[in-house]
């Protein structure tokens, strides 16, 4: 049997995937987000929580299929670093490493050793309790230096078999049955991405005009899990016009699937940037369709957009959600169900996909 398990963080996205039977399982991590308890002062020290890290630690694991940072937002990477010196100190092996940093500029890594840590504090001291911890710095890469010597270490290391910056079009077969394919970003679309962060802006790294969610979020890595009749699309940040393509491209893949489990994208933004009601019409299948967010507590985004989900739902959508709240809430009402808070996993094979 094989599982996906969407984790429950305070912002960003926690993924881990199990291929195979107990004995000769294989693991795959997308994207570390971490959780928050919630917080009572500023001062409080809360201890924060690694789910990719835990799963490795309960599971004893010894050996990870693939690893995959989805787009260089600290939502997506906060929880990394923990990993990797987890794996360091017991001697785990990662098959893959996909690392999307490369691209950058770097200016990107150099912005704010000193002004990034002021805006941080501001920030805190403004907002205190209504935001997140580690959410606030989604622009603040003052700790990607650090990170990206990490993963040169391990790497030095061997304890990477490969390491791959944007790996389009990357596929990889987990089993006779079971594909795993990179769909997005495709060429086009980083080069577009490339052209937006070379040159005259590039010079001024205070600025960071490159670093617009918008602009980092077009890097996102869309993933496609297929497996006989299931189909399950793991879209993270990406954008409406990444997402319209995918659908397009894999139009007859999901129209035949059984089973089709689709990752909201960027944690249900109702932005037109990211949400487009007639692209969530288009989808049809034979028969189950799923949809999960992964959304956290952060009142200052108030994700998932209640259009988004009460569209959605009226698709014919069976809709998933880590957090009860905001658009969840206005749909689905004040009582939570195992569907609507808390970790989310879900088991699949050829012949379905189901909760678990």
Known sequence: M????????????????????????????????????????????????????????????????????????????????????YCEAENIKIKLLVNPFYPLPQSYFLYNKSL?????????????????????????????????????????QKLVELRNSIPINWEIKISDDISFKVLSPNYQEFQRFQRKTTGFWSLFGLLKRYDSGDLINSLSIVQIIRIKDSVILLTADAPISVLKRVLEEQKEVISNSQFLLIQIPHHGSGAAAYFEAQAWSDIVNQSTKMAIVSNGIHGGYTHPHVNVIRHIDGCQFAVFSTNHVFGILDVFGESHTANTKGVQKFKFDGASIAKS
């Open 2 to 85: 094989n599982y996906i398990t969407f984790n429950d963080v305070s912002a960003g996205d926690s993924i881990v995937v199990q291929f195979g039977e107990k004995e000769e399982r294989k693991i795959g991590l997308i994207d570390f987000g971490v959780r928050y308890p919630k917080r009572t002062g500023i001062f409080d020290g809360a201890r924060r929580v690694n789910p990719s890290k835990q799963f490795l630690e309960d599971h004893e694991v010894k050996e990870i299929e693939f690893l995959v940072i989805s787009h260089p937002h600290s939502d997506h990477y906060e929880g990394l670093a923990e990993v990797l010196e």
């Open 116 to 156: 990034g840590k002021i805006i941080s504090a501001f920030r805190n001291s403004v907002y205190i309790n209504k935001i997140i911890p580690g959410a606030n710095g989604r622009h603040n890469n003052s700790e990607l230096g650090e990170l990206l010597a990490l993963i040169d270490r391990v790497c030095e």
